[in-house]
Nanobody
Framework: QVQLVESGGGLVQAGGSLRLSCVAS????????MAWYRQAPGKLRELVAS???????RYADSVKDRFTISRDNAKNTVFLQMNSLKPEDTAVYYC????????????WGQGTQVTVSS
């Protein structure tokens, strides 16, 4: 049974930073590409960043050069360091182990709320 537990969200002023964490269980973590998604009110869930088991990462254009995804395979944990936050980054952030096709798996955690004030 896959479980995903996100943490680290909060309220921050524009220009500030947050570091999100996600602990995964029930998967062979080191072999999974892990991703961070976010969903703002009234909007579709969008892919923010992903990282392969070997550490290759990709980013949405909207967060490139501001966010950094990383992972600790020994702790089954994926991180998202978010710098230079903007009000438009406000959303609930979720992690997800991607399928081999690159699409998200069906299991989602509770997410962690990030709110950026202007």
């Amino acid at each position: 049974q896959v479980q995903l537990v996100e943490s680290g969200g909060g309220l921050v002023q524009a220009g500030g930073s947050l570091r999100l964490s996600c602990v995964a269980s029930g998967i062979t973590f080191r072999f999974n590409t892990m991703a961070w998604y976010r969903q703002a009110p009234g909007k579709l869930r969008e892919l923010v960043a992903s990282i392969t088991g070997s550490g290759n990462s990709r980013y949405a254009d909207s967060v490139k050069d501001r966010f950094t995804i990383s992972r600790d395979n020994a702790k089954n944990t994926v991180f998202l360091q978010m710098n230079s936050l903007k009000p438009e980054d406000t959303a609930v952030y979720y992690c997800n182990p991607l399928r081999i096709t690159g699409s998200p798996s069906d299991t989602w955690g509770q997410g962690t709320q990030v709110t950026v004030s202007s």
